[in-house]
């Protein structure tokens, strides 16, 4: 309890740390470079395994215009709450009856009287990185597809994301024939092929001393100091045909970025699990 204390000190008051063991600028960059690289890892994997399962038999050179879109959003709640109470008690003499049989019936009496007060504040913090990644680009990797994406740090999303699952089974069911729509002119027969993790991280502690003397009662009951701590890690990608925009530089007129569907679908679904979010009270 002492160390959770500690470690929440001034929560709901500052704004609350992303890690409590290390908040520096340093840590911030280090877990941001680990989800980029084992994102870049597994969905490097994913694209090379759903491109030379299915190439054989289905025709899916679509897949190298292909992009995903990426966010990942950190956001993080504390809450400190002070709840005291004191009870107050006037004791009175005792009431005793005999009844008819000659047993005699004693009861104490007592008035109580109790005051409380509460006292919360609480503190969120939310980060978000965005950035895209193009398919082609990552068949090019090809020579470290079999590679294992390192897992060098607790970080939770340095697991297995699932990338793979989700890609292929989308681009399986838009690969085969007559299942979707006649192909597009760049792209292939699907609009988006979405993904979506989020972990949820609570920690709580309480602290109730209580005092009891004979007419004065203190935080008898409840909990005096009490610390919250909320952290909900998501990451959504959003994969899908590319588009060619003007580069805005004179050495390439041309770059290649997500197209419209792929940018309308990741925007409603950021704004869908933010929605959602606060509507259950996990921000």
């Known amino acids: 309890m002492c160390c959770i204390s500690f470690m929440l000190a001034a929560c709901g008051v500052t704004a609350p740390r992303l890690d409590l063991s ?3 600028a340093e840590a911030a960059a280090l877990f941001a470079q680990s989800v980029t690289v084992h994102v870049h890892c597994e969905l490097r994997n994913a694209v090379v395994f759903t491109y030379d399962k299915l190439r054989p038999e289905q025709d899916v050179e ?3 215009e292909w992009a995903a879109k990426i966010t990942l959003t950190i956001n993080v709640d504390e809450k400190i709450g002070l709840s005291p109470g004191l009870a107050l008690t006037k004791f ?3 009431y005793s009856n005999t009844l008819r049989g000659g047993e005699l019936i004693t009861a104490s009496r ?3 009287l109790g005051i409380g007060g509460g006292l919360s504040s609480t503190a969120t913090r939310e980060q978000e990185i965005t950035w895209f990644l193009v398919f082609r680009d990552l068949l090019d990797e090809r020579q470290y597809a079999n590679a294992k994406c390192d897992q060098k740090h607790p970080f939770l999303m340095e ?8 890609l292929f089974s989308g681009v399986f069911a838009g690969s085969l024939a007559r299942n979707t729509s006649d192909p597009f002119e760049r ?3 699907l609009q988006v092929v979405q993904h ?5 991280i609570e920690a709580s502690g309480n602290v109730t001393p209580s005092w009891r003397f004979v007419d004065v009662t203190a935080n008898g009951g409840g909990s005096f100091f009490s610390l919250n701590r909320n952290r909900k890690d998501t990451l959504l990608i959003t994969m899908g045909p590319t588009q060619l925009a003007d580069s805005g530089r004179k050495l390439r007129e041309t770059r290649v970025i997500p197209s419209q569907s792929v940018d ?15 509507l259950i009270g996990i921000r």
């Open 196 to 200: 979506l993790v989020s972990f949820f």
């Open 92 to 94: 009175f003499r005792s």
């Open 62 to 64: 679509w897949l190298k």
């Open 264 to 278: 309308s679908s990741h925007l409603a679904r950021q704004i869908g699990t933010s929605v959602g979010a606060n």
């Open 187 to 189: 792209g292939g027969r």
């Open 110 to 112: 007592s008035a109580e």
């Open 22 to 24: 290390d908040d520096s």
């Open 159 to 166: 697991g297995d994301l699932k990338i793979k699952e989700t």
